[in-house]
């Protein structure tokens, strides 16, 4: 579909197409949905909000009714559901959409029935546990589903158990972590299921569009952040965490620019290092230097000027890859 609107846009840039025949070109391009494609669109999105309404609806039914409800009532309601779930999804007549709308409520239902057994026996498990184990137990459904939404969702779920889990008990690696270990432990995570998924899209076959895009905000966003609570604490001093952005950046680019052109990633690494200049320069002149008005006066021009060359570049780079 982008293909088709940047070839659509560019002969009508060219005046290969008469301004007269722009309606009827549009048209005859497929870009707007038919009537059929947004019945379809309507009929799937229905099938999506009554399938994820009906997981919450177990959920809120035995909250509602947890007075009334007996242990093993309430156990029994969750399974029930969970057992009709899984049913849907094997039943052979079943569309592939039904399944994977089946699965992932099937997989919804993992966590509640794991957060009414630590509330009804009071476990005292660490929130992390209560995560890890509903990444742990979904594995096989999100396996057989071969699902990016599922994936994204299991992804999801370990983020949440590794975070959790650093944030409460840090890490092994010692100074290089050191109050910053969840955030490590999610620049690692997403970092792994970032090189996993391009290397399966390579080799295998598997979607990329928008969970590749959403693994790499997941790895830029918490190494952007350590970039930035490294200058806000110390300044630019020498540190692995400096050598790790610089790499992290120079591979985003060469990948995304030569290998697997993608202009959301280069745009994205021009965001984090705005970001982590703008910090620098806030420390350098605000922080550390005397206070005058002229220094914020000069950050606002920077971060302009910057702004602004990086549109223009990613302008010039959008046509060089649309050729």
């Known amino acids: 579909m982008a293909s088709t609107r940047r070839e659509l846009i560019s002969l009508i840039e060219q005046d290969v197409i008469p301004p007269e025949q722009v309606t009827r070109a549009v048209q005859a391009s497929g870009l707007h949905p038919s009537p059929r ?167 295998c076959s598997w979607p990329r569009q928008w969970a590749v895009r959403l693994l790499a905000v997941g790895s830029g966003g918490p190494m952007t952040l350590l970039t930035m609570t490294l200058i806000a604490d110390a300044g630019l001093v020498w540190s692995p965490v400096l050598v790790i952005y610089s790499l992290w950046l120079a591979v985003l680019y060469g990948i995304y620019r030569y290998w697997r052109p993608d202009l959301f990633m280069i745009a994205g690494g021009c965001v984090s290092a705005l970001t982590v200049t703008t910090l620098l320069l806030a420390r350098l002149l605000l922080w550390e230097g005397d206070w005058q008005e002229g220094s914020l006066l000069l950050i606002t021009i920077v971060v302009l000027a910057m702004g602004a060359g990086a549109v223009v570049w990613l302008k010039r780079l959008h046509r060089e890859l649309a050729q």
């Not at 009929?43 to 809120?60: K, S």
């Not at 399944?99 to 992932?104: E, F, G, K, M, W």
């Not at 994204?152 to 100074?175: E, H, K, Q």
């Open 37 to 203: 494609a947004w019945a379809l669109f309507i009929d799937r999105l229905l099938l999506w909000l009554g399938g994820l309404a009906l997981a919450f609806a177990v959920l809120f039914f035995v909250a509602y009714n947890w007075a009334e409800m007996g242990r093993w009532l309430r156990f029994g309601v969750v399974q029930a559901a969970m057992v009709l779930a899984v049913g849907i999804a094997i039943w052979p007549k079943a569309s592939p959409m039904v399944q994977r709308v089946a699965l992932t409520s099937a997989t919804l239902l993992v966590g509640v029935l794991l957060a009414l057994f630590g509330q009804v026996y009071q476990t005292g498990a660490d929130p992390w546990q209560l995560f890890f184990t509903w990444a742990l137990l979904a594995l096989p459904w999100v396996w057989v589903a071969r699902f990016e939404l599922l994936w994204v969702l299991w992804l999801g779920l370990l983020n949440l158990a590794v975070g959790l889990y650093f944030r409460a008990w840090g890490g092994p690696f010692g100074v290089l972590v050191s109050s910053d270990a969840a955030l490590w432990g999610l620049f690692g995570l997403n970092t792994l299921a970032l090189i996993t998924w391009e290397w399966g899209a390579c080799f």
